[in-house]
């Protein structure tokens, strides 16, 4: 046993540089103690979640702090698991729109949309999509760019104790709401979409309406813009706070708002159109660094350019009145013809009546492509579209049968939450919430 005085030792800890481990030596524990009191040391674990509001979801983030500095940061999902993907495999080609819709619940078109465009493209009926179709795939996927990005900004501002920031962004979605709500018949999920078009075209004085709340939804994006963005307490919450430089966001497969933030222009609406995209005029917004206040500044900017890409289709859709909205082949064609009344949307009463009364083959073709589904030809497909918080993708394979044999989703807030470590680590733990809001993830998608 040594005989050595009673003393302990600073020594540095071989698994990292920054915390030393304390030897004991034949010792005394009160000294130890007052040595550690005197150096000042407090590092600690907090579990941010995995229930907490500023996580959009379900969330659990393990921090190790040393005092209020971040030292590490990981993020723990797959506590909203739904089971989405393997769910798809054992429904119709057709039925899985139900179940991409439901997945990052603030954007449900996006995931209908790129879902939908797979399956298109494995029929190689891409170019069979009726025109006016897909005018208003991009205005719905439009107005849902909107909505997620003012639900981001209000949330955000919420988190930091701005109320008032949360209130106007749900008056605009509100507003974007009752125009889903018109055109589709609900405000959320809406299984609009459907493979060769889109389910029903837009309500009699549709476009009047959307022309009547879009004024509203650019008065309270700029209200909210005049509330922050020049705002001295905002400015100093946000500017170089969660900086992440261009080079980290590619190594982590970053897309969306935080990499045009960092200067690079890089949308799929320019440089891969898909739904007739190329038609319009519209700017990618970008900045010079990817801090949380250029993450908003592009978010607002990406707002008015969607604002101007909603006036140009509702334009196209004036001209194109009465034109299909779904694909001429009846094997694929979706069969209901639905109206929207007091109570709610329902089959047309005058197709019914047509089925039942005159059309026994309407009937019989109805039943058989609602039940058994269309087939797919032998293959595998990959389709990316913008989603508002980044690249979104869809890998289907189909063993030419009536339902996908593998289907998977590339969703952007899961590969988003990525970047969390590289925007906090080294940083403070309030500047966590900061963060993490910008990533702006939902959970729902990231889960699935």
Same mark, same amino acid.
């Given at each position: 046993?040594?005989?050595?005085?009673?003393?302990?030792?600073?020594?540095?800890?071989?698994?990292?540089?920054?915390?030393?481990?304390?030897?004991?030596?034949?010792?005394?524990?009160?000294?130890?103690?007052?040595?550690?009191?005197?150096?000042?040391?407090?590092?600690?674990?907090?579990?941010?979640?995995?229930?907490?509001?500023?996580?959009?979801?379900?969330?659990?983030?393990?921090?190790?702090?040393?005092?209020?500095?971040?030292?590490?940061?990981?993020?723990?999902?797959?506590?909203?698991?739904?089971?989405?993907?393997?769910?798809?495999?054992?429904?119709?080609?057709?039925?899985?729109?139900?179940?991409?819709?439901?997945?990052?619940?603030?954007?449900?078109?996006?995931?209908?949309?790129?879902?939908?465009?797979?399956?298109?493209?494995?029929?190689?009926?891409?170019?069979?999509?009726?025109?006016?179709?897909?005018?208003?795939?991009?205005?719905?996927?439009?107005?849902?760019?909107?909505?997620?990005?003012?639900?981001?900004?209000?949330?955000?501002?919420?988190?930091?104790?701005?109320?008032?920031?949360?209130?106007?962004?749900?008056?605009?979605?509100?507003?974007?709401?009752?125009?889903?709500?018109?055109?589709?018949?609900?405000?959320?999920?809406?299984?609009?979409?459907?493979?060769?078009?889109?389910?029903?075209?837009?309500?009699?004085?549709?476009?009047?309406?959307?022309?009547?709340?879009?004024?509203?939804?650019?008065?309270?994006?700029?209200?909210?813009?005049?509330?922050?963005?020049?705002?001295?307490?905002?400015?100093?919450?946000?500017?170089?706070?969660?900086?992440?430089?261009?080079?980290?966001?590619?190594?982590?497969?970053?897309?969306?708002?935080?990499?045009?933030?960092?200067?690079?222009?890089?949308?799929?609406?320019?440089?891969?159109?898909?739904?007739?995209?190329?038609?319009?005029?519209?700017?990618?917004?970008?900045?010079?660094?990817?801090?949380?206040?250029?993450?908003?500044?592009?978010?607002?900017?990406?707002?008015?350019?969607?604002?101007?890409?909603?006036?140009?289709?509702?334009?196209?859709?004036?001209?194109?009145?009465?034109?299909?909205?779904?694909?001429?082949?009846?094997?694929?064609?979706?069969?209901?013809?639905?109206?929207?009344? /007091?109570?709610?949307?329902? =089959?047309?009463? $005058? #197709?019914? *009546?047509?089925? @039942?009364?005159?059309?026994?083959? !309407?009937?019989?073709?109805?039943?058989?492509?609602?039940?058994?589904?269309?087939?797919?030809? /032998?293959?595998?497909?990959? =389709?990316?579209? $913008? #989603?508002? *918080?980044?690249? @979104?993708?869809?890998?289907?394979? !189909?063993?030419?049968?009536?339902?996908?044999?593998?289907?998977?989703?590339?969703?952007?807030?899961?590969?988003?939450?990525?970047?969390?470590?590289?925007?906090?680590?080294?940083? @403070?733990?309030?500047?966590?919430?900061?963060?993490?809001?910008?990533?702006?993830?939902?959970?729902?998608?990231?889960?699935?």
């Amino acid at each position: 046993m040594s005989e050595s005085l009673p003393h302990a030792t600073r020594a540095m800890n071989p698994q990292s540089d920054e915390y030393p481990e304390f030897e004991a030596v034949g010792g005394d524990w009160g000294k130890i103690v007052t040595e550690v009191e005197e150096l000042g040391e407090e590092h600690i674990v907090v579990n941010l979640g995995p229930v907490h509001p500023a996580t959009h979801g379900v969330l659990r983030v393990q921090l190790e702090l040393d005092g209020e500095n971040v030292k590490e940061a990981r993020a723990a999902t797959g506590f909203l698991h739904t089971g989405i993907e393997k769910s798809m495999e054992y429904r119709t080609w057709q039925q899985g729109v139900a179940f991409a819709t439901r997945m990052d619940y603030i954007t449900p078109i996006f995931q209908e949309v790129a879902y939908c465009l797979a399956v298109e493209k494995l029929l190689g009926v891409t170019d069979q999509i009726p025109q006016r179709a897909s005018a208003i795939r991009v205005l719905l996927m439009e107005l849902g760019r909107i909505n997620s990005h003012v639900v981001a900004i209000g949330s955000l501002g919420n988190e930091m104790g701005g109320t008032t920031m949360m209130t106007l962004g749900f008056r605009a979605r509100e507003d974007l709401l009752r125009i889903f709500e018109d055109i589709t018949g609900l405000r959320m999920n809406h299984e609009f979409i459907r493979v060769g078009g889109v389910l029903e075209d837009l309500p009699e004085g549709g476009i009047e309406y959307i022309r009547e709340l879009l004024p509203k939804v650019r008065n309270t994006l700029s209200e909210m813009e005049d509330l922050t963005m020049q705002n001295p307490i905002f400015k100093l919450r946000h500017v170089d706070v969660g900086v992440s430089p261009l080079s980290s966001l590619m190594a982590l497969s970053m897309t969306g708002p935080s990499v045009r933030a960092a200067g690079l222009p890089w949308d799929l609406r320019k440089t891969q159109p898909y739904c007739g995209y190329e038609k319009y005029e519209f700017d990618i917004p970008v900045a010079d660094k990817a801090d949380a206040y250029n993450r908003v500044k592009v978010r607002y900017a990406e707002c008015y350019q969607s604002l101007r890409i909603c006036y140009q289709v509702l334009d196209e859709l004036e001209r194109t009145a009465g034109e299909p909205v779904m694909i001429a082949d009846g094997k694929l064609a979706w069969p209901a013809k639905l109206s929207i009344s /007091a109570d709610g949307q329902g =089959q047309s009463p $005058e #197709h019914v *009546k047509d089925m @039942l009364n005159d059309s026994m083959e !309407s009937l019989i073709h109805h039943f058989k492509l609602v039940t058994e589904g269309f087939r797919v030809p /032998a293959g595998q497909v990959f =389709q990316m579209i $913008e #989603h508002p *918080k980044g690249l @979104l993708g869809v890998h289907l394979v !189909s063993d030419g049968g009536t339902r996908p044999y593998r289907a998977h989703f590339r969703d952007a807030s899961f590969n988003n939450l990525q970047s969390l470590a590289v925007m906090t680590e080294g940083g @403070l733990l309030a500047d966590v919430i900061i963060a993490l809001a910008n990533i702006d993830p939902v959970m729902g998608g990231v889960d699935r």
